[in-house]
């Protein structure tokens, strides 16, 4: 567990660096916002969280995620109460963000195995009001 960071994983270090090339700067786990999330575009109101596949569950939202579809070979009775935990943070804070006026766009971490198609998807997120 202690090598399981919260911040600055490969997934989101490879969309900072896309967004980053795209020419937008943002601010990192801002601490006054639910959940700390990841890129935060203050003057748009706008939010990128990464999330990797495993630990938020994807396979709940999309059953052709590869990167999810391992389950926990130990300690089953600790891991999946874990995971249920994750998900059920994760919409409450969205739920949270939303309400106080911020709009979120989740990229997954299966989602960067095509990173123009990411890129497309990011652009249009923050090009729009």
């Known amino acids: ?4 960071r919260s911040k600055d994983t490969k997934p989101e270090m490879l969309v900072r660096r896309l967004v980053n090339s795209m020419g937008y ?3 990192l786990h801002r ?3 639910p959940g700390k999330p990841d890129l935060v575009y203050g003057p748009r109101r706008k ?5 990797g596949c495993y630990w938020h569950a994807h396979l ?3 059953p052709t995620c590869w990167e999810a579809r391992s389950e ?3 300690n089953k009775g600790y891991w999946g109460p874990k995971m249920d935990r994750n998900v059920e943070r994760d919409q409450k804070n969205l739920t949270l963000l939303e309400q106080v006026g911020w709009q979120v766009l989740v990229v997954w971490e299966c ?3 095509d ?3 990411v890129k497309e998807r990011v652009s249009a997120f923050l090009s729009n009001p």
Do not use: G, Q
């Open 25 to 27: 700067r943002y601010r």
């Open 60 to 62: 709940r939202y999309d």
């Open 115 to 117: 990173m123009a198609a």
């Open 47 to 51: 939010i990128v969280e990464v999330r």
């Open 31 to 33: 601490k006054d916002l």
């Open 72 to 74: 926990a070979k130990s």
């Open 1 to 4: 567990m202690s090598r399981i």
């Open 111 to 113: 989602e960067l195995r």
